[in-house]
């Protein structure tokens, strides 16, 4: 079993609607949960971090984590075109050592 | 505004040919990491260095060596290329500390192809 779980996708929507990605994982040590946006070649680029359980809100973006489930969620609201991306959701904490662990990423395109 | 660079965008090397991939930030960042990015995998951490000189493995770090000669310099060395090292590599750098290291900030990446 991988330390965090992320859908593929892809994930099409129409332009205007709420967009769900969300992430599952194994180890209970992860304290900070982060959620790094990609544009096609490009490197990730911080969108949003959490620490510990609870939501946190910036514009259109809201991060959600359940730390009793394991499950991170992040929402878009009014997705636009330019949301199109793919999204990864990473994790770090006192697991014993010093990594990031990500999720394989998850592709988002917004139709207009 | 934090920069990652890296040395090269595209990069086309023969089977058993010795790789340098150089990486450069330029905000005093202490970690410097090296990953891999494959469909489906993810990122996949190569190698990571949290001060000049200093290195630890990451979780796939066989066929990879690397060198921090200079704290804002990260090198990735493939000792002799091989087909199933052809992937997409990034380079990043954070602070260092608790509570500073989450936030990674990562190059643009370098698309190796090894045939």
């Known amino acids: 079993q991988k330390e965090v779980e992320q859908d593929p996708g892809p994930l099409s929507v129409p332009e205007g609607a709420i967009v769900s990605l969300n992430c599952t994982y194994s180890?209970?040590?992860?304290?900070?949960f982060m959620w790094y946006r990609q544009y096609s070649r490009k490197g990730p680029e911080l969108l949003m971090y959490?620490?510990?359980?609870g939501n946190k809100e910036d514009g259109r973006f809201t991060a959600q984590v359940d730390k009793s489930s394991k499950y991170i969620s992040l929402f878009i609201r009014d997705s636009q075109p330019s949301d199109s991306a793919t999204y990864l959701c990473a994790m770090s904490g006192n697991t014993g050592g010093f990594k990031t662990i990500f999720g394989a990423g998850t592709r988002l395109f917004v139709k207009a | 505004d934090v920069k990652v660079t890296q040395s090269s965008r595209y990069l086309v090397k023969r089977t058993g040919e010795k790789v340098f991939l150089e990486c450069v930030q330029d905000m005093d960042h202490e970690n410097m990491f090296w990953y891999r990015q494959d469909p489906g995998l993810g990122l996949r951490l190569i190698y990571f260095s949290y001060d000049v000189k200093m290195k630890e493995k990451g979780d796939i770090p066989e066929g990879y060596s690397v060198s921090r000669e200079k704290k804002e310099r990260f090198s990735l060395i493939l000792e002799s290329a091989s087909t199933n090292q052809t992937s997409m590599y990034l380079c990043a750098s954070s602070l260092m500390g608790q509570g500073k290291d989450y936030e990674q900030y990562f190059g643009p990446g370098t698309r190796l192809t090894v045939t």
């Open positions: 180890n209970s040590a992860f304290q900070y």
């Open positions: 959490t620490y510990s359980s």
